[in-house]
């Protein structure tokens, strides 16, 4: 099936409450999941995520390592992760929702006269407030 892969995923058991998540497959990439949570769900958007910034630079995606091939650790567990990129693609979807907002008559004159896109300076405004690249 066109856009399904599975790779295998290594979970670190470093507390009673994370997992640190490795996929041998990509060096270097690793993050944490809480046990208490949905943490399959959690991986299988991450690691889709990977996918898909391999794909939009044209990185060809390693091919998935079996499970004789890849050594674990006492407090580790191999698991695999099967993606449907698809799915994963209309979740990254992004939605747009309308917002009225107020600002000074003046300010409002100032922008329209340079030009101004104020839905894009809102976004990049919000973004840098919220710590998001």
């Known amino acids: 099936m066109?856009?399904?892969?599975?790779?295998?995923?290594?979970?670190?058991?470093?507390?009673d409450e994370m997992y640190e998540v490795t996929v041998?497959?990509?060096?270097?990439?690793?993050?944490?999941?809480?046990?208490?949570?949905n943490y399959i769900e959690a991986i299988q958007e991450w690691l889709s995520l990977?996918?898909?910034d391999y794909e939009k630079i044209g990185k060809?995606?390693?091919?998935?390592l079996l499970a004789n091939e890849i050594k674990v650790g006492d407090?580790?567990?191999?698991?695999?992760?099967?993606?449907?990129?698809?799915?994963?693609?209309s979740k990254m979807k992004v939605e747009?929702?309308?917002k009225t907002l107020t600002i000074p008559?003046?300010?409002d004159i100032l922008?329209?006269?340079k030009n101004v896109n104020f839905s894009a300076l809102l976004v990049e405004a919000l973004k840098k407030e919220l710590y998001i690249k």
Not at 2 to 15: K, Q
Not at 27 to 37: A, D, I, N, Q
Not at 60 to 64: E, Y
């Open 96 to 98: 747009y929702v309308k």
């Open 75 to 89: 407090r580790q567990i191999l698991i695999y992760i099967n993606l449907w990129m698809p799915y994963h693609y």
């Open 50 to 52: 990977v996918i898909d």
């Open 105 to 107: 008559s003046w300010l």
């Open 111 to 113: 922008a329209k006269e």
């Open 60 to 64: 060809t995606l390693p091919k998935p």
């Open 24 to 37: 041998p497959n990509f060096p270097g990439l690793v993050t944490c999941v809480y046990k208490r949570e």
């Open 2 to 15: 066109e856009g399904n892969y599975v790779y295998p995923v290594i979970l670190d058991d470093v507390d």
